[in-house]
Structures are given as C-alpha cells and as structure tokens.
C-alpha cells in the first residue's frame, strides 16, 4: 500500500463544503486500488486573513511543498478586498509551485442537460490546456498618478519562450494520446499581435515533433462562439491564462455547469505538488446552504488520481458521477451537497 500526503485547503464559501464530499469519495475509493491518504487540513481564506492578516505564509508554503498533491476548495470572500485571496493564495501557490499546465476537461456526460440543441456528449469532449503561470495573471505592470483623472493602469501580459513552450508541448502530447488528434490554438494574434506570435511559432515549431497531431488556430473571440455554436470543432485546446480562464467557464455552462467542472493545476515534472481544484469559485450566494454541487471537485479528485498514477481508481470515480447524474438526470431532481456525496461513495463502493 502506497500513502499519499494530501494537503487539503477548505477555503471559503462552499469550499469547504464541496471538498468533505471530495475527501469522502477519495476515501470510500483509495483502498481498493492500494492507496492511502494521510489528509492535513491547511485553515487558509477569508477567516485567516481577519484574525492575522495572512494569506499564505513562506512556513505555510514550505509545509504545502512536502505534500505530494494539494486539493483546494475555492477561496474568495465578499469580506475581503477582491484579489488578496486569489493573489495571495491561490495564484501564489500555481505560481509558487509552478503549475504550468492548468487543466481543464470539457466534457458532457450522458443525460446532462446542455442548453445546446442537437448537441449530445458525442459532440463535447475536449480538453482545454490552459497555461496557469504567466500571461496577464503574472502580476506585472502597475498604476500612475492613482485616483486623479490622468490615472494610467497596465497589468502587462507575461509571455516566455520557456513558459510558453512548455505548456505547448504537454498539450501536444496530449493530443497525440487521444483517438482525434487534434489540437487547436485559441489566441488574439491580430490584435495581441507579440505574444500571438510567440505562441503561434512555438506551435509551429512544436508541431513538427507531431507529425500525427493536426493542428489549427482560432482567435479567441470565435473560440468563443464556437464552444456555443460548434463545440465538435475542439479536441484539444492550447491557450493563455486568461483566454484558458474565460473559455473554461462557457465550457462548464455547456456540459452541465459550473458545478461539474474540475481542474488540476499541474506541475508535469512533479518537482513541486500539484493542486487539484474545481473549476468554480466559493459562490457566496449559496455557501452554507448545502446547495453546492460537489460533483466538481469529485472529478477534480479523479484527475489527481489521474496525476497520481492511479488510473482505474479515476476511472472508477468518473464511472461513479456518470452514474449519478445519469440518475439525477432521470429524476430530476435537486440534492443537497451531502446527498450528491453519499450517492457517488456508494456507487464507487458498489463498483468494487
Ligand atoms: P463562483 O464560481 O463562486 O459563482 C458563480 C455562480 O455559480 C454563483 O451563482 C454560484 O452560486 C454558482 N456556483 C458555483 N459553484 C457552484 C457549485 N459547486 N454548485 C452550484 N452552484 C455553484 O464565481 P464568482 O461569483 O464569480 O466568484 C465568487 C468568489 O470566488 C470571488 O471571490 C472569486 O474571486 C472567487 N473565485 C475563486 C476561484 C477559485 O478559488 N479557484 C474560482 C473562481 C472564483
Ligand atoms: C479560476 C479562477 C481564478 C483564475 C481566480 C480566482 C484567480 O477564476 O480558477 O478559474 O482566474 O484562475
Ligand atoms: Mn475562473
């Protein structure tokens, strides 16, 4: 039996109510296929942040970087001023722990209402690679003369040769290992037109290690478009961190919502941890009503499984959520945050 060292972020809002449920199926899950978790909860957020004035602490981060992978709720708080939590904490931490490769499958699940009509989970499978380090995110760029009306701010969009390669590169090897072999570049190259550049030539020039993968380029504006009006266009995608952002979230709004969406914040060498989260924030408006789904951050848990080199057990909790919303689907009904999480432990139970 092999123990794994989690380290576990609740976060605010339904963060933490999301990630009980993930940490239950992880556990109804893991001994069957050899794994144990040994779980450390990190009290990081909003609550923190009042009582001692810190978001993440270099002790803190040094402890998170003995873990072998992290699994974060979401952090954001009304509270607290917008960006201290998701600077501080969660983009320190993909920055910190160099999580290049945010990613982010798009995929419908059989029954899963989608607001696209004619579209069916044959139509939506894609996998969006979404670098996580640098681009607009980086943190670069400043504010002059603040609060006259000759105010100027820029927040410069970061884009290395390095940064971008590796991300391009993961992201063809993906492509290479699914049955369509596609991989399509989402830009801005006629407006962004140096940082488009950069990313065009390096998928060029990647692209000649793969002859088998064919590849195409669409401006993010028509990506936009197109996950609405021809989502089958897209295998695998390959962007900045903010187009990755902004197309992820329509991807969740076409397979079913926010609350079905999971990413993983990757480092593909493993020589920091890599976070595994859903892709939605603490949504406010519902936290501590039990109305949150789940579901996210359980597929989240299958994709550190993934990470973990524990395919079946992934697969088994794929097969456990397919399941229940094929269920959930039927009935049409609404549960509640714990009831979602009882049912998908005893079916990855029942599958054992
Ligand atoms: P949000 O994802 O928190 O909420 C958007 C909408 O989706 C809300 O109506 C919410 O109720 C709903 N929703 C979200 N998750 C759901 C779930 N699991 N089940 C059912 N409904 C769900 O986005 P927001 O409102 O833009 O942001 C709220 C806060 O979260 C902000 O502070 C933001 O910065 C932060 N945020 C954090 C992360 C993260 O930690 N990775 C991601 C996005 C936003
Ligand atoms: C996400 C979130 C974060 C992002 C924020 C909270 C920093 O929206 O994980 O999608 O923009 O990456
Ligand atoms: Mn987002």
Same mark, same amino acid.
């Given at each position: 039996? +092999?123990?794994?060292? =989690?380290? $576990?972020?609740?976060?605010?809002?339904?963060?933490?109510? #999301?990630?009980?449920?993930?940490?239950r $199926?992880?556990?109804? #899950?893991?001994p069957?296929?050899?794994?144990?978790?040994?779980?450390?909860?990190?009290?990081?957020?909003?609550?923190?942040?009042?009582?001692?004035?810190?978001?993440?602490?270099?002790?803190?981060?040094?402890?998170l &970087? !003995?873990?072998?992978?992290?699994?974060?709720?979401?952090?954001?708080?009304?509270?607290?001023?917008?960006?201290?939590?998701? /600077?501080?904490?969660?983009?320190?931490? &993909?920055?910190?722990?160099?999580?290049? $490769?945010?990613?982010?499958?798009?995929?419908?699940?059989?029954? #899963?209402a989608?607001?696209?009509?004619?579209?069916?989970?044959?139509?939506?499978?894609?996998?969006?690679? &979404?670098e996580?380090?640098?681009?607009?995110?980086?943190?670069?760029?400043?504010?002059?003369?603040?609060?006259?009306?000759?105010?100027?701010?820029?927040?410069?969009?970061? *884009?290395?040769r390095?940064?971008?390669? &590796?991300?391009?590169?993961?992201?063809?090897?993906?492509?290479?290992?699914?049955?369509?072999?596609?991989?399509?570049?989402?830009?801005?190259?006629n407006?962004?037109?140096?940082?488009?550049?950069?990313?065009q030539?390096?998928?060029?020039?990647?692209?000649?290690e793969?002859?088998?993968?064919?590849?195409?380029?669409?401006?993010?504006?028509?990506?936009a478009m197109?996950?609405? *009006?021809q989502?089958?266009?897209?295998?695998?995608?390959?962007?900045?961190?903010?187009?990755?952002?902004?197309?992820?979230?329509? !991807?969740?709004?076409?397979?079913?919502?926010? !609350?079905?969406?999971?990413?993983?914040n @990757?480092?593909?060498? *493993?020589?920091?941890?890599?976070?595994f989260?859903?892709?939605?924030?603490?949504?406010?408006? @519902?936290?501590?009503? !039990?109305?949150?789904?789940?579901?996210?951050?359980?597929?989240?848990?299958?994709?550190?499984?993934?990470?973990?080199?524990?395919?079946?057990?992934? /697969? +088994?909790?794929?097969?456990?959520?397919?399941?229940d =919303?094929?269920?959930?689907?039927?009935?049409?009904?609404?549960?509640?945050?714990?009831?979602?999480?009882?049912d998908?432990?005893?079916? #990855?139970a029942?599958?054992?």
């Amino acid at each position: 039996e +092999r123990t794994v060292k =989690l380290a $576990v972020i609740g976060g605010d809002g339904i963060g933490p109510e #999301v990630v009980a449920e993930g940490l239950r $199926v992880l556990s109804a #899950v893991a001994p069957a296929h050899g794994l144990s978790f040994e779980t450390t909860h990190y009290d990081l957020g909003a609550r923190r942040w009042h009582a001692t004035g810190e978001t993440l602490t270099d002790e803190v981060e040094q402890e998170l &970087r !003995g873990h072998d992978a992290i699994l974060l709720g979401a952090v954001g708080d009304p509270s607290v001023p917008s960006g201290v939590l998701e /600077r501080g904490l969660l983009l320190r931490l &993909r920055f910190a722990f160099s999580h290049y $490769v945010n990613l982010r499958p798009v995929r419908l699940y059989p029954g #899963v209402a989608t607001p696209l009509a004619d579209r069916g989970p044959d139509d939506i499978d894609m996998l969006v690679v &979404r670098e996580g380090t640098e681009g607009p995110y980086a943190g670069m760029g400043g504010v002059l003369r603040k609060g006259t009306p000759d105010e100027i701010a820029t927040q410069d969009s970061v *884009n290395t040769r390095m940064g971008v390669e &590796r991300v391009v590169r993961y992201a063809f090897a993906k492509a290479a290992e699914r049955p369509r072999k596609k991989l399509t570049l989402v830009h801005k190259d006629n407006v962004l037109t140096y940082a488009g550049d950069l990313w065009q030539r390096t998928v060029r020039a990647v692209g000649e290690e793969y002859p088998q993968v064919s590849v195409d380029y669409s401006h993010v504006d028509a990506a936009a478009m197109f996950f609405v *009006n021809q989502p089958e266009r897209f295998d695998v995608i390959v962007t900045d961190n903010l187009f990755g952002d902004i197309i992820t979230d329509i !991807g969740a709004a076409i397979t079913g919502g926010i !609350g079905l969406a999971a990413s993983g914040n @990757i480092n593909p060498e *493993n020589a920091f941890p890599s976070m595994f989260e859903p892709v939605h924030g603490s949504a406010p408006d @519902i936290a501590g009503q !039990g109305k949150a789904d789940p579901t996210a951050t359980v597929l989240s848990v299958a994709l550190m499984l993934d990470h973990l080199g524990a395919p079946e057990a992934a /697969r +088994r909790v794929e097969q456990a959520v397919a399941e229940d =919303l094929e269920v959930r689907a039927k009935e049409g009904s609404t549960r509640s945050t714990s009831q979602i999480g009882d049912d998908l432990v005893a079916r #990855v139970a029942r599958q054992g």
